[in-house]
C-alpha cells in the first residue's frame, strides 16, 4: 500500500510560480512511476507529467513543456512539481500519482495508476 500526500496549492496571480510537494510512505521510488494530473469541474482528469521509476525519462504534457519540472528527492520520497509562468488555465485540482511499474517508462494513462493523493487545489487568478 502506498500513501501519498500532496501540499503547496494555493493562490497565485498570472505569471507566479508554485511547488506542489507530493510525499510517498510505504514504497519507495525504486519501483513506482510517479505521476501528477489535475481535474477542472466537469472534465476529465488529465496528465501533467511524470518521473519514471530511475528518475530518468521525465515527461510532460505539451500544454505545460518549458514551464513545468517534474524532480524528486529520495531522501525525503518526495516528488515536487515547479510550475512557473502559471496561467489562469492552469487552474485546477492537482494530484500526485503513483504507479507500481519496474519499466524506465511513464503512462499519460490515469488509469493505469495504483494510488491516488487527494489533490490540492491551485487557483492562478488573472
Known amino acids: 500500500q502506498v500513501q501519498l500526500v500532496e501540499s503547496g496549492g494555493g493562490l497565485v496571480q498570472a505569471g507566479d510560480s508554485l511547488i506542489l510537494s507530493c510525499g510517498a510512505s510505504?514504497?519507495?521510488?525504486?519501483?513506482?512511476?510517479m505521476g501528477w494530473f489535475r481535474q477542472t469541474p466537469g472534465k476529465e482528469r488529465e496528465f501533467v507529467g511524470g518521473l519514471s521509476r530511475n528518475g530518468g525519462n521525465p515527461y510532460y504534457a505539451d500544454f505545460v513543456k518549458g514551464r513545468f519540472t517534474i524532480s524528486r528527492d529520495l531522501a525525503k520520497n518526495t516528488v515536487y512539481l515547479q510550475m512557473n509562468s502559471l496561467k489562469p488555465e492552469d487552474t485546477a485540482v492537482y494530484y500526485c500519482?503513483?504507479?507500481?511499474?519496474?519499466?524506465?517508462?511513464?503512462?499519460?494513462?490515469?488509469?493505469?495508476?495504483?494510488?491516488w493523493g487527494q489533490g490540492t487545489q491551485v487557483t492562478v487568478s488573472s
Open positions: 510505504g514504497r519507495t521510488f525504486s519501483s513506482l512511476s
Open positions: 500519482a503513483a504507479r507500481v511499474w519496474l519499466l524506465s517508462t511513464v503512462s499519460r494513462d490515469r488509469r493505469e495508476y495504483d494510488y
